[in-house]
């Protein structure tokens, strides 16, 4: 046993054992107990004759004091006075002395060691320590880090709480220069306010300390050598970080807030809509001495609350992959520091959050820590925190991720920038989260055109008196006679004198001029070649085939590594599968020095068991990854499963993409319509950021598709909800059908990133991953290269005969293909439409002129009607042919749910759909066709 005293388990019967002990031989207890016990008063007896203990008396003393020191280190944050309007913490009874028996007289008499940590040391007595903690723990800053599980950091939590030795060596705080910055928050809003009144710019009033604090943190990190520090924040204060983190021009703002029209065109092309001003990115670069010190980044975002947050976790994590090398991405913490700014309502509120804070600390998706700021203003919109949220704090949701919380009052600057210090300082050594929960208030209406008093009359009474952060630490450095009565009311003076002659000189039409992108599309590497010599696929075949020696490979797995080892042999055997094509196509992107990253919930396998990217030693578990190790690469290849998370795990692709769109990003869902929980990442970001922000990106979406009786889930990756918004400026979507296809589509995919990135939606197979009919050779990869629209080569010799060309994509065409009913019918050809968008309309125009006959154009698909390719290939086949031929529709009439529930009634539908195809007259099965289900 160990004789030492732990506070944290202290109770009577310990300590008297420990004191029996310390009796019969003072050696016997460690250094610390000793001294401990040397000035307690020594007893008559000994204690081992039964009798009352005379120290006993004071036992129950010493351990209430410890306990309550316990107790204010734990829960002292709930007494702390965190709320700028005065709300009186919750308090709890474990911080008051009663609890323990204990009066202010006891405590006065015990010796201060008893309280522990850095404060006794400097105490008389256990009452001074026990007011030391009670000024640490229960201030204007309430320490919430008893979740922490790990022992070594809750003592440096402890410590840094109690001896603000966490930053050596300490650089004081320049209590000027904050009141200089917090002038030029106050001013910047007020000024706005009397120039622009009611437009709306989501003041940061109430929680003005967010900029010096982000000014503390930016710089903490260019000293500690960061390269980059990346800012994901949503409206509120957006346009005051703007102008004094990121140093966007005032003018520009000014402009923008004008908004003279002079830029835009009465009818705007269908490329570019920018986006409001308090959803704009902006970079700059913070000078040092010598060298730029350190660049900030504050990425665009969507109105969306907290979407922002995967995205820019995605872009720290590229900023921070070394790629150029074959292999596994070599990490480097420093490239970037993510911080992220939160809504008090939107942090508990939005599930994004939780799926974005899940990945803090996976492999693959790790950045060595985000520092979080909650700038609490305790209201979201006119919801106040009762309505709002099950927990106390606003910050609670952290804990579960183990992340250590300060909360801090807004109108204490001296607290703040201390939080802001310990949360750099403890992502500097432990490289992990830090949230910083930073209360304050909201000074106007949710927007400037908002009245606060319909909903909050009381609150906003008191807000309107209560004074600012600047007046009050101005008033501080005035009785603290730091500064002249009258300087910061001239520094007021000069700060609205800067801001109205800019005003005042203001050209609208000329700050505001920001070249508007022409959104125009370069379709030169559109049909470029993407073949691959045949001996060098080959070689990259046997390179991806190999394990390295001693490695057992699943017995399970020979069988399909043999036939992938065969596939190759001959030129024209179509042997080469789906998963195989895509390992080659992604073997030679490699080796063409482009690195690759794919992700998606169990990638590395494949949902069908398709992929074995990545390979378990059957013997000891260990994995061997091919492509990271194939002789021909020269990129890094990384490959992770995914966290089951899709809005998070999108959003954090698309941000790793958009920071370096030169890399292959993949993200793979595991059926494709659970992308639709990552709908607003689609419509936000993927599918309109190049339009709002000029972002440019090129991911790549593989979403399994195809109805094979599955039910309304796993047979539909919702194509139509890509085609709605699908133009040639923002998306490639295709859905194909032969495993050279895909080979060509990724190869073209990576070969576009310089001239024309776009993001790739790409609706893939699952039973027909295996299918002969998709198979491919080696010609048709060594030769071929990707083609929008494949012609029906059962009709190569008979074009002449056919009367019905029908169109169709996918899954259906392989269907088709495969029908009884095919051969005899020389009346239809089965054109392919491989690619949705950009449409193929001039392929599509060339395939049709080679069918005389034809009397009839139709669209054939598995979806119902309302979903589908229908609604946007109609109008483009009238634009086409429809003064020509009429165009008819084949497949399931419209429907709520994607697709029938029952095997064999799917099985009915699919007959009657490919008769329909190559005969005519017969009608899909309803249930209100008096149909009963399979
Ligand atoms: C996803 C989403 N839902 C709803 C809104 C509409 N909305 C804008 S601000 C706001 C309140 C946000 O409150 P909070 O998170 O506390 O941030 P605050 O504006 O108070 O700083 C709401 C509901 C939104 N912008 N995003």
Redesign the pocket.
Known sequence: MDYSINFSILNSGYIAELYDRFLADPMSVEPAARKFFKDWPTPSEPASTGKVHPSLIDVDKIVGVANLAQAIRSFGHLAAHIDPLGMPPTGDPSLEPATYGLDEADVLNLPASLVGGPKSRQSGNALEAIQALRQVYSSTIGFDYEHIRLPEERAWLREAAENGNYRPPAIPMDPIRLLERLTKVEVFEQFLNRFFPGKTR?SIEG?DMLVPMLDEIIIDAGDADFCTAAIGM????RLNVLAHILSKPYAQIMAEFKDPGNNYTAIHGNSWTGDVKYHKGASRAILGEEEIKIVVILPAN??????INPVLSGMARAAQSVVDAPGTPRVFPKATLPIQI??????P??GIVAESLNMSRLPGYQTSGTIHI????????T?PPSQ?RSTLY?SDLAKGFEIPIIHVNADDPQACIEAARIAFAYRLRFQKDFLIDLVGY?RYG??EGDEPGFTQPVLYEKIENHPTVRKIWADHLVSQIMVEESWPDKLMQENNQELKEILDNLSPEKENLIPQPTGQIHKDHIGSSTHVDAGLLQALNQSILEVPEGFTVNRKLERPRQRWRNALLKIDEPLIEWAQAETLALASILSDRVAIRMTGQDVERGTFSQRHAVLHDAVNGQAYIPLQNIPQARAAFEIQNSPLSEAAALGFEYGYNIFDSSRLVIWEAQYGDFFNNAQ?IIDEFIVSGKAKWEQKSSLVLLLPHGYEGQGPNHSSARPERFLQQALETNLRIANCTTAAQYFHLLRLQAGSFKKDPLPLVVFTPKSLLRHPRVASSLRDLSEGSWIPILDDPASTDQKGAVRRLVLCSGKLAVDLADSEARSNAHEVAVVRVEQLCPFPSEEIQRVLSQYPAVDEVVWAQEEPENMGAWAYIQPKLVNLVGNQLPIRYIGRSVSPSPSEGSLSWHQINQKVLIDQVFKSGLKMLEPDHGMQRG
């Not at 949503?234 to 204060?237: D, I, P, S």
């Not at 969507?302 to 979407?307: D, I, N, R, T």
């Open positions: 989501f929680v949503g409206h509120r204060g969507p109105s969306h609350l907290e979407l939160h809504g008090d309502a939107s942090f509120g939005e909650i700038t609490n203003n305790q209201l979201g919109y919801t709002g606003a909201r949710h927007n607003s």
